[in-house]
């Protein structure tokens, strides 16, 4: 990614981040070498949780399309993956990791080390389509590998019951079994129960982090959602709640000192749908106008509060709940937690990311749209573009429905 | 004479269009996919219908949608948005793909009315999963009950019996044709099909009895093109099937949600009438939206052998993905059995164009080269 794509991060502890992002990778690789069982799973789920308490090291192949995303890896990617067959039309996280499991992992000096062969796959029965045949993918390619195949009900959050509950808890003893029978290690409950424990202490200091972001100056936009990073790959980890400590003590002390991301913050915005991470500098572009991107929908989804007393319930829970707090199976939810937030968050318009490389997501935004200006008179702009394919995004397009629309915004405030 | 077998299919098929004589399948149950347990929406006393999006324009449902979502459930919006389906009592959709799991939502918000569910369906076939697939089967029925419904064992009983004749019917006249002894095109089996799925099970199944009867004796005219299967979610415009025909193909065997598919197997064995329900939809001839390619290819490969086809022809709704997602491996698994394969992907006017037209006749060319 050239420095201009790259978004200006103003936390000290953003910049921290790269050290974390290497040892995490780092550590996969370690587990490898060290013959500890790596587990490539899909996100937003609780068999993280179980991962750390198994010393099984959770590999995560959706986050490595940022990485690569990052550095620059993905047309290369997409071109071997495209080669294959894999039309453009698919989801660029899919046509990213297959293209790089089958491409660049063949070869040495990838960076970060690269990603570890797994020993087991968590390949996912629920969720979105693209992601299960990412796992489908994955299999192909990595024969020796064992596989679990995961099963999850695809409920709306309001309408989940103990029948679904009930069975994501079956589904998840039957993957601890698998892990016993695969590698050999028992689950201490004693020790999951710390893992929990540790996964909602993080969960606590995300949603105190994303409280600051209330205060009139906000003390950090979206251009810092890199620390995301810790909610995706290391949840259950005392390394995790570390941290966001240090994260959460920097962002009080600028919010109370009034310190703003910018100097005379004017518009403060909402981010619907994932970022594009191959040009996470657009969220500075708001700046120019007073325009700050104050909160976002995706960065709630990492935050789904545990009971340690019933650790294996609140696993299933948050398994059951992530998905669909994002994504088009829980529209009505996804809605209400969109107007709670702007409501919360005192936004002034929303950008919804109408994204081609994820359907899930942009299916509702059209419902939440409509909600916005009818219930709260929220203006939005709708931006058509992509997560990972660059080729999907314009420029010009970009700036000229952005800047029509902070004109507007400015426009209703009297600036 | 054919034509005059044909035309009470074609009849019921125009007749629902016009949305004439609707309280033949009143109260209805509209839904997406054929994962839907329909059986039981039959027990509770409605009809299910399966809502389809046809070839046409979408103009309404991009208040709605983004553009890069397969036509189906573009136009199905569309449709409703249009009041086509405000005679429905709601929406009962067995969990496929994404698109249809975000267009139930969204229709209920843009069209309301009734009930909106999402059977959450396991992809797994243990003891659990089993459990837990009957109880998201009694919330089904206890909304369906709530709505006026009426549903009981022996009713479901008596719907599995329906729809086991009314696949067995189907099935026989397709192993006919595999041997090339059924004097039905491909098109004339999509549209006995087609009528199924807009008419009350009990009239639909009088309907391919007297057909049944009529066809003992009829034989095929036999034809020397080059014998093709084809693959994909739905084919809603005869146009493409025309296009292949016409230019040098002779389509043997399709694997397609609106055909041959949803018909495998045509029952199941099981204790109970919910155990046997529960035991057909898992044994489904799959759907790539719920399977891995692999799953989907001896099946595939049996139709292939059993229906004498030498090529494969794709025919993609635009933006498909998880048809999409399954053609690499498809493809090479094909390849390797010597068997060529050409990928077609078409939006919702379902037009396939000059371009398409000389790629078909490029492919039978190389075909039978």
Same mark, same amino acid.
């Given at each position: 990614?050239?420095?201009?794509?790259?978004?200006?991060?103003?936390?000290?502890?953003?910049?921290?981040?790269?050290?974390?992002?290497?040892?995490?990778?780092?550590?996969?690789?370690?587990?490898?070498?060290?013959?500890?069982?790596?587990?490539?799973?899909?996100?937003?789920?609780?068999?993280?949780?179980?991962?750390?308490?198994?010393?099984?090291?959770?590999?995560?192949?959706?986050?490595?399309?940022? %990485?690569?995303?990052?550095?620059?890896?993905?047309?290369?990617?997409?071109?071997?993956?495209?080669?294959?067959?894999?039309?453009?039309?698919?989801?660029?996280?899919?046509?990213?990791?297959?293209?790089?499991?089958?491409?660049?992992?063949?070869?040495?000096?990838?960076?970060?080390?690269? $990603?570890?062969?797994?020993?087991?796959?968590?390949?996912?029965?629920?969720?979105? %389509?693209?992601?299960?045949?990412?796992?489908?993918?994955?299999?192909?390619?990595?024969?020796?590998?064992?596989?679990?195949?995961?099963?999850?009900? !695809?409920?709306?959050?309001?309408?989940?019951?103990?029948?679904?509950?009930?069975? #994501?808890?079956?589904?998840?003893?039957?993957?601890?079994?698998?892990?016993?029978?695969?590698?050999?290690?028992?689950?201490?409950?004693?020790?999951?129960?710390?893992?929990? %424990?540790?996964?909602?202490?993080?969960?606590?200091?995300?949603?105190?982090?994303?409280?600051?972001?209330?205060?009139?100056?906000?003390?950090?936009?979206?251009?810092?959602?890199?620390?995301?990073?810790?909610?995706?790959?290391?949840?259950?980890?005392?390394?995790?709640?570390?941290?966001?400590?240090?994260?959460?003590?920097?962002?009080?002390?600028?919010?109370?000192?009034? *310190?703003?991301?910018?100097?005379?913050?004017?518009?403060?915005?909402?981010?619907?749908?994932?970022?594009?991470?191959?040009?996470?500098?657009?969220?500075?572009?708001?700046?120019?106008?007073?325009?700050?991107?104050?909160?976002?929908?995706?960065?709630? #989804?990492?935050?789904?509060?545990?009971?340690? !007393?019933?650790?294996?319930?609140?696993?299933?829970?948050?398994?059951?709940?992530?998905?669909?707090?994002?994504?088009?199976?829980?529209?009505?939810?996804?809605?209400?937690?969109?107007?709670?937030?702007?409501?919360?968050?005192?936004?002034?318009?929303?950008?919804?990311?109408?994204?081609?490389?994820?359907?899930?997501?942009? $299916?509702?935004?059209?419902?939440?749209?409509?909600?916005?200006?009818?219930?709260?008179?929220?203006?939005?702009?709708?931006?058509?573009?992509?997560?990972?394919?660059?080729?999907?995004?314009?420029?010009?397009?970009?700036?000229?429905?952005?800047?029509?629309?902070?004109?507007?915004?400015?426009?209703?405030?009297?600036? | 004479? =054919?034509?005059?077998?044909?035309?009470?299919?074609?009849?019921?098929?125009?007749?629902?269009?016009?949305?004439?004589?609707?309280?033949?399948?009143?109260?209805?149950?509209?839904?997406?996919?054929?994962?839907?347990?329909?059986?039981?929406?039959?027990?509770?006393?409605?009809?299910?219908?399966?809502?389809?999006?046809?070839?046409?324009?979408?103009?309404?449902?991009?208040?709605?949608?983004?553009?890069?979502?397969?036509?189906?459930?573009?136009?199905?919006?569309?449709?409703?948005?249009?009041?086509?389906?405000?005679? =429905?009592?709601?929406?009962?959709?067995?969990?496929?793909?994404?698109?249809?799991?975000?267009?139930?939502?969204?229709?209920?918000?843009?069209?309301?009315?009734?009930?909106?569910?999402?059977?959450?369906?396991?992809?797994? *076939?243990?003891?659990?999963?089993?459990?837990?697939?009957?109880?998201?089967?009694?919330?089904?029925?206890?909304?369906?009950?709530?709505?006026?419904?009426?549903?009981?064992?022996?009713?479901?009983?008596?719907?599995?019996?329906?729809?086991?004749?009314?696949?067995?019917?189907?099935?026989?006249?397709?192993?006919?044709?595999?041997?090339?002894?059924?004097?039905?095109?491909?098109?004339?089996?999509?549209?006995?099909?087609? #009528?199924?799925?807009?008419?009350?099970?009990?009239?639909?199944?009088?309907?391919?009895?007297? =057909?049944?009867?009529?066809?003992?004796?009829?034989?095929?005219?036999?034809?020397?093109?080059?014998? %093709?299967?084809?693959?994909?979610?739905?084919?809603?415009?005869?146009?493409?099937?025309?296009?292949?025909?016409?230019?040098?193909?002779?389509?043997?065997?399709?694997?397609?949600?609106?055909?041959?598919?949803?018909?495998?197997?045509?029952?199941?064995?099981?204790?109970?009438?919910?155990?046997?329900?529960?035991?057909?939809?898992?044994?489904?001839?799959?759907?790539?939206?719920?399977? +891995?390619?692999?799953?989907? $290819?001896?099946?595939?490969?049996?139709?292939?052998?059993?229906?004498?086809?030498?090529?494969?022809?794709?025919?993609?709704?635009?933006?498909?993905?998880?048809?999409? *997602?399954?053609?690499?491996?498809?493809?090479?698994?094909?390849?390797?059995?010597?068997?060529?394969?050409?990928?077609?992907?078409?939006?919702?006017?379902?037009?396939?164009?000059?371009?398409?037209?000389? +790629?078909?006749?490029?492919?039978?060319?190389?075909?039978?080269?």
């Amino acid at each position: 990614m050239t420095e201009e794509r790259k978004s200006k991060k103003r936390l000290k502890t953003s910049k921290e981040l790269n050290r974390l992002v290497t040892e995490y990778y780092l550590n996969c690789q370690t587990a490898k070498a060290e013959g500890r069982p790596v587990a490539w799973m899909p996100p937003m789920n609780g068999v993280i949780e179980l991962c750390y308490a198994m010393d099984v090291q959770p590999v995560f192949p959706e986050n490595w399309s940022p %990485v690569c995303a990052a550095f620059g890896l993905t047309p290369q990617n997409f071109k071997v993956s495209e080669d294959m067959g894999y039309s453009r039309d698919i989801c660029g996280y899919l046509r990213n990791i297959i293209g790089y499991v089958n491409g660049l992992m063949n070869e040495k000096d990838t960076p970060l080390g690269g $990603l570890p062969e797994p020993d087991i796959l968590f390949t996912p029965g629920g969720g979105c %389509v693209p992601v299960m045949k990412i796992f489908h993918a994955l299999e192909r390619r990595f024969p020796k590998a064992a596989v679990f195949s995961a099963d999850l009900p !695809q409920v709306a959050i309001e309408d989940i019951n103990d029948t679904h509950i009930d069975y #994501a808890i079956a589904e998840s003893e039957r993957l601890i079994n698998f892990v016993t029978e695969t590698t050999g290690r028992r689950l201490d409950m004693d020790r999951l129960r710390e893992t929990v %424990v540790l996964s909602d202490q993080a969960c606590a200091l995300w949603d105190e982090i994303m409280s600051f972001r209330r205060y009139i100056p906000v003390p950090f936009s979206a251009a810092e959602m890199g620390i995301m990073f810790v909610m995706v790959t290391l949840q259950g980890t005392q390394k995790a709640v570390d941290y966001l400590t240090r994260v959460r003590d920097e962002v009080r002390q600028k919010a109370e000192s009034g *310190s703003g991301v910018i100097e005379n913050e004017k518009l403060r915005l909402f981010w619907d749908n994932i970022p594009l991470w191959y040009n996470m500098g657009l969220f500075n572009y708001f700046e120019a106008a007073g325009g700050v991107v104050v909160a976002e929908t995706y960065s709630a #989804a990492w935050s789904i509060r545990m009971d340690p !007393q019933n650790p294996i319930r609140s696993l299933a829970l948050k398994s059951l709940k992530s998905y669909p707090l994002v994504s088009c199976v829980s529209i009505n939810k996804r809605k209400e937690m969109v107007l709670n937030a702007c409501r919360e968050y005192a936004i002034d318009g929303v950008i919804f990311h109408r994204n081609k490389s994820c359907i899930p997501i942009t $299916l509702g935004q059209m419902e939440i749209k409509r909600a916005l200006e009818e219930e709260l008179n929220i203006p939005s702009v709708i931006i058509d573009a992509d997560h990972m394919d660059e080729r999907n995004f314009s420029m010009a397009q970009f700036q000229t429905r952005v800047d029509a629309f902070m004109e507007m915004l400015a426009d209703r405030k009297g600036y | 004479m =054919l034509e005059n077998l044909i035309q009470p299919f074609e009849a019921a098929i125009n007749q629902f269009k016009k949305r004439d004589q609707l309280e033949k399948v009143l109260p209805a149950i509209g839904y997406f996919c054929t994962y839907t347990p329909i059986e039981v929406i039959h027990a509770a006393g409605f009809t299910p219908i399966r809502i389809t999006g046809d070839a046409g324009a979408v103009e309404k449902a991009y208040a709605h949608m983004p553009d890069f979502i397969c036509p189906f459930m573009k136009r199905a919006l569309e449709k409703a948005l249009n009041g086509k389906y405000d005679f =429905l009592s709601g929406v009962v959709q067995g969990y496929s793909c994404d698109a249809a799991c975000g267009a139930v939502n969204i229709w209920r918000d843009a069209i309301g009315g009734g009930i909106y569910h999402t059977l959450p369906l396991p992809y797994n *076939s243990n003891p659990e999963a089993r459990a837990f697939y009957k109880s998201a089967l009694n919330e089904v029925v206890e909304k369906l009950n709530a709505l006026g419904g009426s549903f009981s064992e022996s009713k479901l009983d008596s719907s599995l019996g329906l729809y086991t004749e009314i696949r067995n019917i189907l099935l026989d006249f397709y192993e006919r044709s595999f041997k090339g002894d059924l004097p039905l095109s491909t098109q004339q089996m999509l549209t006995l099909i087609e #009528a199924g799925a807009v008419s009350s099970p009990e009239a639909y199944l009088d309907m391919l009895k007297a =057909l049944k009867t009529h066809l003992r004796n009829a034989n095929a005219e036999k034809k020397q093109d080059i014998p %093709v299967m084809i693959s994909g979610s739905l084919v809603e415009d005869p146009t493409i099937i025309e296009m292949i025909e016409s230019s040098g193909g002779r389509i043997v065997a399709d694997d397609l949600c609106n055909g041959y598919r949803q018909l495998v197997p045509a029952a199941a064995d099981g204790g109970s009438p919910v155990d046997r329900l529960i035991n057909r939809y898992i044994q489904r001839m799959p759907c790539p939206a719920r399977s +891995r390619a692999e799953d989907r $290819l001896a099946p595939l490969i049996e139709l292939m052998q059993k229906s004498g086809a030498k090529a494969m022809i794709l025919i993609i709704q635009k933006f498909c993905t998880p048809h999409l *997602s399954d053609y690499p491996s498809l493809l090479k698994a094909f390849k390797e059995k010597g068997w060529p394969v050409l990928l077609l992907e078409l939006d919702e006017s379902w037009q396939p164009g000059g371009q398409i037209k000389t +790629r078909l006749e490029s492919f039978f060319e190389m075909v039978g080269a």
